[in-house]
């Protein structure tokens, strides 16, 4: 299989896995406001549980409710932040299929990441107990950028790798 053919089999699998992940981003967006804080409220005292059972923390259960509480904001901005940096690097993987610069293709990504967090915050508006917020907007934008930037250093760092072992290899005459 020739490596142009790995990309387009890579990207259509990215493209795919994009719409799905709009439509779960859309499902989750449809919660109501009651539905929506029972999920970040368990997602929370999970979060802190676990964290006190890994460090051996003796924390009752109303000390880790009270916790909870208090990180549910961050736990909430957070997933915001994650989801659309998910996104962001699907569509930086389909886009692959054109070929762009880098940069280009780093932007159009990011773009249309934010174009689809503005309709996310305009559907929310349609919720009950739900607004579209311009700050949600903006963590998801960020989450997005950030997102694609950890995910181009961390392909930069596999492929440096990759080479320095080849060259080890070559030198050892592997």
Do not use: P
Not at 13 to 39: D, P, R, Y
Not at 109 to 130: N, P
Request: glycine share 6%.
């Amino acid at each position: 299989m020739e490596k142009r053919d790995i990309v387009r089999i890579r990207s259509n699998i990215a493209g795919i896995l994009a719409v799905l992940w709009m439509v779960i981003i859309f499902i989750f967006s449809a919660q109501n406001k009651e539905e929506s804080s029972v999920v970040s409220e368990g997602v929370s005292d999970q979060l802190v549980s676990m964290t006190g059972w890994l460090f051996h923390l003796h924390i009752d259960e109303e000390r880790i409710w009270e916790i909870a509480r208090l990180v549910e904001h961050f736990v909430r901005k957070g997933a915001h932040m994650t989801e659309f940096a998910i996104l962001a690097v699907l569509l930086y993987i389909w886009i692959g299929r054109w070929r762009m610069r880098c940069l280009y293709r780093y932007l159009t990504a990011a773009g249309l990441t934010i174009l689809y967090a503005c309709s996310d915050e305009f559907h929310q508006l349609f919720v009950e107990g739900r607004a579209g917020l311009v700050s949600d907007v903006i963590v998801d934008s960020v989450g997005a950028v950030l997102g694609l930037a950890l995910f181009l250093l961390l392909r930069r760092f596999i492929l440096w790798r990759r080479r320095k072992r080849a060259n080890r290899n070559r030198k050892a005459g592997v």
